[in-house]
């Protein structure tokens, strides 16, 4: 196989790896508690929670808003699943309007369209390396 790019890691990248795989303490500890601490200082804001993936971030978010049964959240169907999956899990309802078919983004027209009075978020999704048009939502 010829490698498109080889992973640049050096020894003290790969012994503080090693450190965090014995400390046994792989979803916490030192170094997540550091990694927020250090992340809230960079972004400006008193607090900073390190989760494991994208789709418990989103459901983090949306408990957060405090989303429920008979909320609206306006996305796309053209995203991965975890996208539908975190709407349903705080039993809002999940709305789906169409991509703009130069970018293949949320279009921010169609979501206009669906905004209702039951809507309480749109959850645009960023593909392909292209910005939804957040100005517009």
Do not use: K, Q
């Not at 792989?26 to 400006?44: K, N, P």
């Amino acid at each position: 196989m010829i490698p498109v790019a080889r992973p640049d890691i050096d020894d003290a990248e790969i012994a503080a790896v090693t450190e965090v795989l014995r400390s046994g303490m792989l979803a916490g500890g030192r170094r997540v508690a550091e990694l927020e601490a250090r992340w809230a200082d960079f972004i400006g804001v008193r607090h900073a929670i390190a989760v494991s993936n994208g789709t418990v971030a989103e459901m983090c978010i949306f408990a957060g808003l405090g989303l429920g049964p008979g909320d609206e959240v306006i996305t796309v169907g053209h995203t991965f699943n975890a996208t539908v999956s975190s709407i349903l899990f705080t039993g809002a309802t999940p709305v789906f309007v169409d991509i703009d078919p130069e970018t293949y983004d949320i279009d921010p027209d169609r979501v206009a369209a669906a905004i209702t009075p039951r809507t309480r978020a749109i959850c645009p999704v960023h593909l392909f390396g292209l910005p939804a048009d957040m100005g517009p939502l």
